[in-house]
């Protein structure tokens, strides 16, 4: 089984940044689909990015212009750098995998954002 491992998050005052990284244990060269979904107390999960495994990368419009999803696949890591946080963003991020080949789906532990001043 895939597993995910999400480091990263943190307290920060709004206006700050914090890069998320999520740590496959499977190669994901060509096979999976990567992508960062975040919940907030009492909300549903909701996809903040998503990245394709050829780079195509598509965003909530709530987090564009200021989120950036990226993946290195030989590192087996993709990314979330996140500018010019809100109070609004805080939230538990999560990774997720999706294999397309077999529609499976892998999640990580989650990573607490916390924007706060």
């Known amino acids: 089984q895939v597993q995910l491992v999400e480091s990263g998050g943190g307290l920060v005052q709004p206006g700050g940044s914090l890069r998320l990284s999520c740590v496959t244990s499977e190669n994901i060269f060509s096979d999976y689909a990567m992508g960062w979904f975040r919940q907030a107390p009492g909300k549903q999960r909701e996809l903040v990015a998503g990245i394709a495994s050829g780079g195509t990368s598509n965003y909530d419009d709530s987090v564009k212009g200021r989120f950036t999803i990226s993946r290195d696949n030989a590192k087996n890591t993709v990314y979330l750098q996140m500018n010019s946080l809100k109070p609004e963003d805080t939230a538990v991020y999560y990774c997720?995998?999706?294999?397309?080949?077999?529609?499976?789906?892998?999640w990580g532990q989650g990573t607490q954002v916390t924007v706060s001043s």
């Open positions: 997720n995998a999706y294999r397309s080949r077999t529609r499976e789906m892998f």
